[in-house]
């Protein structure tokens, strides 16, 4: 019987798992947003980890192999909405469209549009498409399309607790995964916004939307693109009744669950989230253009440079 963990490995994710030994490390930031307090230690044991988001070529891979039907790609049932348009329930997802110019930045739905069609495979709507990003996160995958990947894989999707362990790459207590200094030595270390958002993408990283995995330096434990890039699921629910979120419509809906890690989108003069500490609600039963996910196996593992299959 062919192996699925091994299948996905080999559709996208070329540089396997690292493995993440157990120990502690001071959890949260008491210096940024309020949900991310206190600091507080906790214990972790150890994991292997997935080097790099799920990509599109990896989660082809896993459509093609089970037939699984996103949520983006299902009508909405009428009975989960009810008094609404039947004629405005039909597949598709949120997607960014920067607007013409500068905008107050208390209202998400002025850079955020409900797009027909758009799913995974159709990043933008309608008439788009994955040429050239196949190497890039899967988005457009909601909370269960994330872990019937991972149970497709063998494996789960982190814990906050895990993921913001191994984010920080052994930087314990640094506010970015690479330390204190947000740009070192004048470099961009994550994919996420230069300019004035949400109108004025500079791109100064070199990437106005996603970019590859791995095009950025990977933290301390060989992880790529932990921050920046996409947010990403994790397995837990969000703790703070009524917390909102910054960047996403209706992010403190009932049932959300947490992401981590910040994505393109966060932009110092508006969501400074592209840190390890750093987390966000957002509705379970919802997916959007700027999030995704990455996997882990747990128990023992063989050492921080463990192959491809491991």
Known sequence: MADPAGAALEAGDRLGCAFIPGGSFLMGSDD??????PVRRVTVAGFRI????????????????TGHVTLAERAPDLADYPGA???????????????PGPVPLDDPRLWWAYVPGACWHRPEGPGSGLAGREDHPVVHVAH??????????GKALPTETEWEYAARGGFDGAAYAWGDDPAPGGRWQANIWQGA??????????????S???????NGYGLFDMIGNVWEWTADAFRLPGARSCCTPDGGATGPGVVKGGSHLCAPNHCRRY???????????????????????RGPGQSMDEEPGG
């Not at 500490?277 to 196996?297: E, N, V, Y």
């Open 212 to 218: 590859p995995v791995g095009a950025f330096p990977p």
């Open 50 to 65: 997935d080097r790099t988001p799920v990509t599109n070529a990896a989660f082809a891979r896993f459509v093609a192999a």
């Open 144 to 153: 269960a399309d994330a872990a019937a990947y991972a149970a497709w894989a």
């Open 197 to 210: 958002f949400p109108w004025q993408d500079l791109a100064l990283d070199g990437f106005p939307r996603t």
């Open 275 to 297: 840190r390890p500490a750093a987390r966000q609600p957002q509705a379970a039963d919802s997916s959007t253009s700027h999030i995704g996910f990455r996997c882990l196996r």
């Open 85 to 99: 348009d039947p004629a405005l329930l039909v597949p598709g997802s949120l997607v960014f469209r920067p607007p």
């Open 32 to 37: 940024f947003y309020p949900e991310e307090r």
